[in-house]
């Protein structure tokens, strides 16, 4: 079974930068497409980055050029560097599998929360 801990969220002023880790078991980061979701209040779920098996990465419109996608793949791990926060990015933060590229599995962690003041 699938199994993400995300960790390093936290409160940070805008023009910030947080690290967001992503520790997976049950599956095998490098050879899987793994992306970062958010959900802020009231919002639904969206997609905010992923990276393929391939190393080729996507970022929503809102994301790019502030956040990085990257992996460790000797400890499983999925990170999320994001930079130039602005309070629109407040969130919880999620990582997950990606099957066909697209659709995420059902096992969700807890997140991370996210929050950046103005």
């Known amino acids: 079974q699938v199994q993400l801990v995300e960790s390093g969220g936290g409160l940070v002023q805008a023009g910030g930068s947080l690290r967001l880790s992503c520790a997976a078991s049950g599956v095998t980061i490098s050879i899987s497409t793994m992306g970062w979701y958010r959900q802020a209040p009231g919002k639904e779920r969206e997609l905010v980055a992923k990276?393929?098996?391939?190393?080729?990465?996507y970022y929503v419109d809102s994301v790019r050029g502030r956040f990085t996608i990257s992996r460790d793949n000797a400890k499983n791990t999925l990170f999320l560097q994001m930079n130039s926060l602005k309070p629109e990015d407040t969130a919880v933060y999620y990582c997950?599998?990606?099957?066909?590229?697209?659709?995420?599995?059902?096992?969700w962690g807890q997140g991370t929360q996210v929050t950046v003041s103005s």
């Open positions: 990276l393929t098996s391939g190393g080729t990465t």
């Open positions: 997950n599998a990606l099957r066909d590229n697209l659709v995420p599995t059902p096992y």
